[in-house]
């Protein structure tokens, strides 16, 4: 959405997250991504930032970022390409879905999951961020990934997303998905 110019008042509020430069919006609604930190677990949610913003992220605590956006938007949109040009390309992992609330296969998130946690553990200063483009569905079932191979029951995994990342959904598909592949002895 960089460089577009709308003049649609009601636009911000279907990106969720996401804030894009509108034509006549001032303020906050101009200013990028909302960032949720989930608690004291190093890890936030938030919808895609726009690339403009992606350098700035840094000085919000992000060192590491998981980007949960299918790969037809990342190349359109060019914000996984931003964020290996401001990470680098070892910081930052993909983890492509379609946010079509059916099952999601863990080929396209366990890994970027298990990338997630292992920065988390060998790094006691990094702060990953996880997002897809409204930060309310995709990045919320990798956030639950996350702080279950962390230790947390499901109960407590799905509390903590839902508590500091207001408008998360926990898709019930997603989070079986994520279930069966920690049944499954993967994770």
Request: glycine letters at 10%; hydrophobic letters at 50%; aromatic letters at 8%.
């Amino acid at each position: 959405m960089e460089g577009l110019r709308y003049s649609f008042p009601f636009l911000p509020a279907l990106y969720g997250g996401l804030r894009v430069r509108l034509r006549g919006v001032q303020g906050p609604a101009a200013a990028g991504p909302v960032v949720s930190w989930i608690g004291d677990e190093r890890i936030a949610i938030s919808g895609v930032p726009p690339v403009r913003v992606v350098p700035r992220l840094a000085e919000q605590g992000v060192t590491h970022v998981v980007n949960c956006r299918p790969r037809a938007q990342v190349r359109w949109w060019g914000d996984l390409a931003a964020e290996r040009a401001a990470f680098g390309p070892a910081r930052v992992a993909h983890a492509p879905m379609q946010d079509h609330g059916l099952r999601q296969r863990p080929a396209a998130w366990a890994a970027a999951a298990c990338f997630a946690v292992r920065v988390l553990e060998d790094e006691p200063e990094a702060g990953v961020l996880i997002h897809c483009t409204a930060g309310r569905r995709r990045s919320a079932m990798v956030a639950y990934a996350v702080l279950r191979l962390r230790g947390h029951d499901r109960a407590e995994a799905a509390a903590l997303v839902l508590r500091y990342r207001t408008g998360a959904m926990l898709v019930p598909a997603y989070v079986r998905s994520v279930e069966r592949w920690l049944a499954a002895g993967v994770g």
